[in-house]
């Protein structure tokens, strides 16, 4: 699933049962559950799932985003509905958990909210599969991203010839972000979607790199010992 631009796979997520277990049914046997939400504004709030839901199809959302929200924390069960082989292409899943990084994330959000310009945290790559709705995603390359302060100087790389990718996303489409792409999104309607990222043979050079130049010699060191014991040198 790693890639050295942006990609769509169209369709990919239908068949994944995580797809079935986020659709708004399934979604409202669990409404009454408080959760911490952005609201338009961009204050964090406390709202009822429920108030979240009906965001989906409301004529006027209040613009209520679930967007920080764990899988872990919201239900650990979801996790092992990804495809295994999916979840396996995360090297760092195999870290002890007292020091795994926990990077599965559930989105619930309005018609007009959106995930402001980031590069994704700790060098990483993300998946992103929408469950319901449309997103629409723009990406601008690692040098932009250094340009932008996203990234320290010198992480780019050489990456000329990459160019800006827009895309929109439907409901089972698999979005796949590489490590280091700035990149904003924008929900077209009401979104529920599952993402998570990701760190493997394909994006840890560029990770090895970026921790070097941040100067984060614990997380360089775990990186290095996780891709030796995957064969990567």
């Avoid at 709705?133 to 932008?148: L, M, S, T």
Wanted: hydrophobic content about 40%.
């Amino acid at each position: 699933m790693t890639a050295d631009r942006p990609v769509v796979h169209r369709g990919l997520g239908l068949g994944w049962p995580v797809f079935a277990a986020l659709q708004e049914p399934a979604l409202r046997q669990r409404e009454d559950r408080p959760v911490e939400v952005e609201d338009a504004e961009g204050r964090t709030v406390t709202a009822r799932l429920s108030e979240v839901l009906d965001e989906l199809s409301a004529p006027d959302p209040r613009g209520l985003y679930l967007r920080h929200q764990l899988v872990s924390e919201f239900d650990p069960g979801l996790w092992a509905l990804v495809p295994r082989g999916v979840r396996r292409h995360n090297w760092l899943s195999a870290l002890p958990e007292d020091v795994r990084p926990d990077w599965a994330w559930v989105m619930i959000g309005a018609a007009g909210t959106r995930s402001p310009m980031h590069v994704d945290v700790a060098a990483s790559a993300a998946w992103n599969l929408l469950c319901a709705g449309r997103k629409r995603w723009a990406f601008h390359p690692r040098r932009r991203a250094e340009e932008w302060h996203l990234l320290p100087a010198g992480c780019a790389g050489d990456d000329r010839g990459a160019e800006p990718v827009e895309l929109v996303q439907e409901p089972g489409d698999v979005v796949v972000t590489p490590s280091g792409w700035a990149h904003e999104v924008v929900n077209l309607t009401g979104t529920v979607s599952i993402t998570a990222n990701f760190v493997n043979g394909g994006n840890l050079d560029f990770a090895l790199r970026y921790f070097d130049l941040v100067g984060d010699e614990a997380s360089r060191d775990l990186l290095t010992a996780v891709g030796a014991s995957f064969g990567h040198r």
